[in-house]
């Protein structure tokens, strides 16, 4: 299985801030034959279930703030948000689907200092 | 809007049996294929189960196999997880997605039902 490996695990910042999330994984997730790393970026805020941010690493879901923001390609990526807003609140993790089985990283806790 | 809707979960006994289904509203069910995920409260989000768009595909985690199947009725717009021989570390929410498979993102997340194998 691919290992997904997220920093930090939390972070607490001050609004307006600019914040970035580490993800590695074990081994590539990207694909030859298109050139693209099968990474997504979730947000999760509590009792809620998971948002699509980015996916192929660094394509926005329609609809998502082009605050959030994500690079990478191989075994290393990152999601940036700039300019914190208080709803930006909540945990966000890293999946691969490059490979079954789909796996995440441990989530990365974001507060407002 | 896209809706996913799980039911089905509840409490069983260590060897029971319990079917989730999930209901599927605001896009053409027929066309995606979905997945299974679950998440034991306070720990990370695991993958169970994929089936492609017309149910004659589907794989499984080593840890459901044998165990858990994966079926859907696309006349009702519904998928299902028949889950047997229930353990105590199957105990977790279960959520059902969509791929979208022009891109293989898991774009659409139900809100979770919730399973407890305890005696």
């Known amino acids: 299985d691919i290992v997904m490996t997220q920093s930090p695990d939390s972070l607490a910042v001050s609004l307006g801030e600019r914040i970035t999330i580490n993800c590695k994984s074990s081994?590539?997730?990207?694909?030859?034959?298109?050139?693209?790393?099968?990474l997504a970026w979730y947000q999760r805020k509590p009792g809620q279930s998971p948002k699509l941010l980015i996916y192929w690493a660094s394509t926005r879901e329609p609809g998502v703030p082009d605050r959030f923001s994500g690079s990478g390609s191989g075994t290393d990526f990152t999601l940036t948000i700039t300019s914190l807003q208080a709803e930006d609140v909540a945990v966000y993790f890293c999946q691969q689907y490059y490979a079954t089985p789909i796996t995440f990283g441990q989530g990365t806790r974001l507060e407002i200092k | 809007e896209v809706q996913l809707v799980e039911s089905g979960g509840g409490l069983v006994q260590p060897g029971g049996s319990l079917r989730l289904s999930c209901a599927a509203s605001g896009f053409t069910f027929s066309t995606y294929w979905m997945h299974w995920f679950r998440q034991v409260p306070g720990k990370g989000l695991v993958w169970v189960s994929r089936?492609?768009?017309?149910?004659?595909?589907?794989v499984y985690a080593d840890s459901v196999k044998g165990r858990f199947t994966v079926s859907r009725d696309n006349a009702k717009n519904t998928l299902f997880l028949q889950m047997n021989s229930l353990r105590a570390e199957d105990t977790a929410v279960y959520y059902c997605t969509r791929i979208d498979t022009s891109n293989w993102k898991v774009d659409h997340w139900g809100q979770g039902t919730l399973v407890t194998v305890s005696s």
């Open positions: 081994q590539s997730v990207l694909y030859s034959s298109d050139s693209k790393s099968y």
């Open positions: 089936i492609n768009s017309d149910g004659s595909d589907n």
